[in-house]
């Protein structure tokens, strides 16, 4: 705003307030984004984790049909 009839500026409490609670604000949405990403790749290893037990699962399946083929086929 600058000076205004020959008197300087200053800043009032309530614009004060308002700075801090934006600044708390602005911590809390970046301590928010840090825990979304550290979920996010949790649940990015928890889905490599549940793929590859899908995997084995289905490996040991064929394995044991393939072995009963095996066993079948003289």
């Known amino acids: 705003m600058g000076e205004r009839f020959g008197f300087e500026a200053f ?3 309530p614009a004060l307030r308002l700075e ?3 600044r708390v604000a602005e911590l809390q949405f ?3 984004n840090k825990r979304l990403d550290r979920i ?3 649940i990015e290893r928890l889905e490599r984790r549940l793929w590859l037990t899908v995997y084995g699962v289905v490996a040991v399946i064929l394995a044991q049909a393939f072995q009963g083929l095996l066993v ?3």
Do not use: L
Request: contains cysteine.
């Open 72 to 74: 079948a086929v003289p």
């Open 20 to 22: 801090a609670h934006e």
């Open 30 to 32: 970046a301590a928010m």
């Open 11 to 13: 800043d009032c409490a």
């Open 40 to 42: 996010e790749e949790m």
